[in-house]
């Protein structure tokens, strides 16, 4: 059987009340780096996928997951 674990990116500036110019470039805060780093190290099995969007806070979240499992592969699935 094949376990699939959804996250949603840690906290950003624009979560945290910052302005921001565009939607995809939105950074995390500190906090949001922390936070990423727990679920990370929450995950107890080297992945098969990881899968992001290509939003800057996506790929910071999933970085925390690939920095521990580096041979998991990762992608970026298009956003239209």
């Known amino acids: 059987m094949k ?16 302005p921001t110019k565009d939607h995809a470039s939105f950074a995390l805060k ?3 780096l922390e936070q990423a780093r727990m ?4 995950i107890t099995s080297a992945p098969g996928l990881i899968l992001a969007s290509p939003f800057l806070r996506a790929q910071a979240t999933a970085l925390a997951t690939t920095a521990l499992y ?11």
Not at 5 to 15: G, K
Not at 70 to 80: K, L, N
Request: aromatic share 6%; net charge negative.
């Open 3 to 18: 376990n699939v674990r959804l996250i949603r990116h840690s906290e950003s500036a624009a979560d945290a009340g910052e």
């Open 30 to 32: 500190a906090k949001g």
């Open 39 to 42: 679920v990370a190290q929450s």
């Open 70 to 80: 580096p041979a998991a592969a990762f992608e970026t699935w298009p956003i239209h």
